[in-house]
């Protein structure tokens, strides 16, 4: 390798991209072609780097197979930073494969970390953390340490382990000072503030109050049923159950645990669940075959007992009922929750990362569109998504997750 090329790849380990093309801006050769596509994917031109990185691919020759893995590698990130999440996670397992037959496990590892990522990005936690434990950051430089780090503080946030998340966040930090990049430690200062922003609001007993982070994870643990509504789950401290795909009973469970101690009149309960529709016969019997369903699927939590004028949730074993509410009440919170880091979003990989139809979705963004929430840019495949951070709020609570039971 020589020196043009040392010193360009020094640069981009430093974040200097421009300094790095200083050195190879005119240079055609495989490994030049590689720190121009990397250069320019640090400034931001996703389009022209993924280019330039598969150029470089093609250049090496055939028995220069590590090089090829870590253009794979490369580009494989910069699917990930312009949040094209469908790109063949088979294809960098292989690199990484490749990457440590010879030797390479720096590189390997940050393989491994964009797997990881990708697997975060789209809720599969549990896969997530299999996967990071396997890996030990001990003997790797401060900027993949700080990757590192920052990865089991996401994978700590979605679980809502406050505590673990704050102790990754502080060597991420500490890690990052040392690698010198400044936009390393901006994204450690980022994720930061999940934990200092109110995450959702409390609304028990008629009143309503917002809550950090800390105090949503320690409500979680305490003697409360808490009728999610982030995540349309119903749970008290042992147990959790998933209403997402039940609207009309989690509409009743919300409305009820709004009301406890006291009940809800049928007219309400047929409102709230029935979106308005006035209550006549076909409406009370239909409430009560799910209000009889509700019943069945909250058994192991609480009860739900008629009463002259309606029904009322009796839970089994929390001393107190409360409703977790989205930090702003938005129809299409969960699309805002993702758009929310600042990057621009395909429809498809806003489908993959929501477990949702990509119909769905671009429902969901042209209506968001057309509120001025959300803009695009770019057209037909190039088309992408991007909205500001909702301010004064952090998003984690929308971000899917897998239960606690799961």
Known sequence: MDSLITAAARALAAGDPLGALNRVALRDDAPALALRGIAMAQLGDFVRAKALVRSAARAFGPKEAVARARCVVAEAEIALVSRDLGWPAKALDAARATLEAHGDRVNAAHARYLQVRRLLLIGHLDEAERLLAELDPTPFPPALRAAHELVVAGVALRRIRTGTARVAL?????????????????????????????????????????????????????????????????????????????????????????????????????????????????????????????????????????????????????????????????????????????????????????????????????????????????????????????????????????????
């Open 170 to 406: 502080a060597r991420a930090e500490l890690a990052a000072r040392h690698a010198g990049i400044p936009a390393l430690t901006a994204e450690v200062e980022s994720t930061f503030l999940a934990l200092s922003t109110p995450a959702a609001r409390l609304f028990a007993r008629g009143e309503e109050r917002p809550l950090m982070l800390e105090e949503v994870e320690a409500l979680f643990a305490s003697r409360a049923l808490v009728v999610d509504a982030c995540r349309h789950i119903v749970r008290d401290a042992g147990t959790a159950v998933s209403l997402a795909t039940r609207p009309v009973l989690f509409a009743l469970a919300r409305a009820l645990g709004e009301a406890w101690p006291a009940d809800v009149s049928r007219d309400t309960l047929v409102a709230q669940a029935f979106r308005g529709k006035l209550a006549d016969e076909s409406h009370r019997a239909r409430l009560r075959v799910e209000v009889g369903r509700l019943r069945k699927v909250l058994r192991t939590l609480a009860g739900v007992s008629a009463t002259k004028r309606g029904f009322a949730l009796v839970p089994h074993r929390a001393h107190e009922v409360v409703v977790l509410m989205r930090p702003v009440e938005e129809k299409h919170a969960a699309v805002l929750a993702l758009l929310a880091d600042g990057e621009s979003w395909s429809s498809s990989a806003l489908a993959l990362a929501l477990g949702a139809s990509q119909r769905t979705v671009q429902r969901a963004l042209d209506s968001l569109a057309t509120a001025g929430k959300v803009r695009s840019f770019g057209r037909a495949r190039a088309l992408r998504w991007m909205t500001p951070p909702v301010p004064g709020f952090a998003t984690i609570l929308l971000l899917s997750a897998s239960l606690p039971s799961d």
